[in-house]
Nanobody, 125 residues
Framework: QLQLVESGGGLVQPGGSLRLSCAAS????????IGWFRQAPGKEREGVSC????????NYADSVKGRFTISRDNAKNTVYLQMNSLKPDDTAIYYC??????????????????WGQGTQVTVSS
């Protein structure tokens, strides 16, 4: 059974950076496409970024393009989200999730079967 654990969240000032990690246990993470999602208080969950099993294909929400970078190290069973130039609007709980489709990468949350518990990111001065 795949288990995902996020880490790296915290409080950061506007313009600052954080790197989130999503560590997998139980199975080989390389079998899964991985997505990062976030949910702010009073708002619906939204997709942030996703990455294919081999790391070749990535996708980003328009709101984070040019600021966030998703990557993965399958040897370490870990996916990362580097977040730069953070804004107060980035404040949310960030979740990673895994999709074990045998097909192409999909970024919509409804396709993801396994979810972590989330890590809080707060951007505030």
């Amino acid at each position: 059974q795949l288990q995902l654990v996020e880490s790296g969240g915290g409080l950061v000032q506007p313009g600052g950076s954080l790197r989130l990690s999503c560590a997998a246990s139980g199975v080989t993470l390389g079998y899964y496409h991985i997505g990062w999602f976030r949910q702010a208080p009073g708002k619906e969950r939204e997709g942030v970024s996703c990455i294919s099993k081999n790391g070749v294909i990535t996708n980003y929400a328009d709101s984070v393009k040019g600021r966030f970078t998703i990557s993965r190290d399958n040897a370490k069973n870990t996916v990362y989200l580097q977040m730069n130039s953070l804004k107060p609007d980035d404040t949310a709980i960030y979740y990673c999730a895994a999709d074990r489709t045998y097909g192409s990468m999909r970024c919509a949350s409804r396709y993801y079967d396994y979810w972590g518990q989330g890590t809080q990111v707060t951007v505030s001065s």
